[in-house]
């Protein structure tokens, strides 16, 4: 293969997959180019969240289709999983490897590259791919096209935990460590748990063991991650519970900074709460370095209408919400910053309701906002309240404005909170352009985005001191000797 190209859609968890990978085929001498017109193998990992996220896929694929004839284009991940039969009769598409079968992609996206009846080479001092012979494999749900291309999709998901790829800091400074995939909840608006299968935890040694690889390669920040983090464990025959995962990682391995990607609500039990109080302080440019936890929390809200959120069948009413964000900010301190995705017109929402979700946001201290509108997706019930009472358009469309003006200005408020203040911060991989200007881009631990007036290497701890807030509402600051 000369190279390939990886385009990823969808959320961290979905990046994961994508880098793991992306790690395999790199570790099997395999070469990654960052344009796909100059890949010979595209793969587009993509996401099925809404009807959106689906046709950014599909003009991603006639684009790279246009530009590159000759490329053989792989689909993988949920939307892959979820309609396979629309994805196979697109031009250029070579195969379709939904998540059920997602850790086997590497294995055939090297088998595709070759020619008929010739084995995968591989560099002789590199790992070896387990043989190309091992497909195709198993049950169909869609046929594969006339044009030859092929479709590994099937319901059992018995091939879908990525885990063997190693974690190193690299095209990504904070790297995702997936640790939990699938969902077995079963909100009315999502359409996950038909794309990644019920909830399946990595072991707790293999979690340690790629914890320590990622130190011993000299990473600084690891991003724990998952369809549904917070139910790591309960489906491990020990049944452990993910805040005592999240202590063994702090107490036993050497990782500087720690950060928890989304949780939902009810799973910020006490017990994780309390690691935020016990690890969330220690710096990462201390002389004693310490693991600690990024002052960071990500809980989805969906809605702030109890009504709402009974319809979606969240598993908490506005008021736990509200109590869970207050002990985190009691355990954290005042920097933390608090993330959460927010949904605009689920079948039925009224003016009303909208309205307690507007109330709500402002009242609670949030750093910054995921704004989605409702998308109905097949299969789901809401598909079926959307085809009962559906939200118009416009009043949707009005409602994500009213979002994002809100957002924004959470968002301004909160970061202006911190000018003049000093954080702990790491570096990260600079944009060319800002690079040119002799600037760093750079994440604080409390997850405020900021840009260093030096030039510094990537996945360097430094404390920074926040200097202000520039016109487009980016933080500013300089490094602190
Ligand atoms: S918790 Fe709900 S929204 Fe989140 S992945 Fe599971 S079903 Fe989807």
Redesign the pocket.
């Given at each position: 293969m000369a190279g390939f190209h990886i385009e990823h859609f969808g959320c961290r968890a979905a990046r994961a997959d994508g880098e793991a990978i992306a790690a395999s085929l790199l570790a099997w001498g395999q070469h990654c180019v960052p344009q796909s017109p100059d890949a010979d193998v595209v793969i587009v990992n993509t996401c099925s969240v809404t009807a959106e996220a689906d046709r950014a896929a599909r003009a991603f694929i006639r684009r790279a289709h246009r530009r590159n004839p000759e490329a053989k284009i792989v689909v993988t991940g949920c939307y892959a999983q979820r309609a396979p039969q629309e994805l196979v009769q697109m031009s250029g598409v070579s195969a379709v490897v939904g998540n059920s079968h997602k850790a086997l992609a590497p294995e055939i996206i090297l088998d595709l590259t070759q020619p008929p009846g010739e084995p995968a080479q591989p560099h002789a001092e590199l790992a070896q791919p387990p043989a190309a012979d091992i497909i195709p494999v198993s049950s169909l749900l869609a046929p594969s096209s006339e044009s030859g291309a092929r479709v590994w999709v099937d319901d059992r998901f018995a091939h879908s935990f990525l885990e063997e790829a190693q974690i190193v800091p690299g095209a990504q400074t904070r790297p995702n460590l997936k640790i939990q995939e699938g969902?077995?909840?079963?909100?009315a608006?999502?359409v996950?748990?038909q794309t990644r299968g019920s909830s399946r935890s990595l072991p707790r040694a293999a979690v340690l063991r790629h914890v320590e690889d990622f130190v011993a390669a000299g990473g600084n920040e690891l991003v724990l991650s998952g369809?549904?983090l917070g139910s790591w464990g309960r489906d491990l025959p020990e049944r452990s519970s993910f805040a005592s995962l999240v202590r063994e990682i702090l107490e036993r391995t050497r990782l500087p900074r720690l950060r928890l990607s989304s949780i939902?609500p009810m799973d910020w039990d006490d017990e994780l709460i309390g690691l935020m109080s016990e690890f969330a302080a220690a710096p990462l440019s201390s002389s004693r370095p310490r693991s600690h936890l990024a002052r960071h929390a990500h809980l989805?809200l969906?809605s702030g209408s109890d009504a709402i959120l009974r319809r979606m069948h969240?598993r908490y009413r506005p008021w736990h919400y509200a109590e869970k964000v207050a002990a985190l900010q009691r355990a954290a301190g005042p920097e933390l910053t608090l993330g959460a995705d927010v949904m605009a017109g689920f079948p039925g929402e009224t003016d009303a309701e909208f309205g307690e979700t507007l109330a709500f946001i402002r009242a609670l201290p949030f750093g910054y906002l995921h704004l989605f509108p409702f998308s109905p997706r097949p299969g789901t019930r809401g598909f079926t309240l959307h085809a009962e009472r559906p939200v118009p358009a416009a009043a949707v469309d009005e409602r994500m404005a009213e979002l994002r003006a809100l957002a924004a200005e959470k968002t301004r408020t909160h970061r202006s909170r911190f000018i003049v203040q000093e954080l702990e911060a790491i570096t990260l991989n600079t944009p060319m352009a800002l690079a040119a200007q002799g600037k760093t881009s750079a994440l604080t631990d409390n997850f405020l985005p900021l840009e260093i007036h030096s030039r510094l290497d990537a996945n360097r701890p430094l404390r920074v001191r926040i200097t202000g807030l520039d016109p487009e509402g980016d933080l500013v600051g300089c490094a602190v000797a």
């Open positions: 969902c077995t909840n079963r909100c608006f999502c996950i748990p369809i549904n939902e989805p969906q969240r």
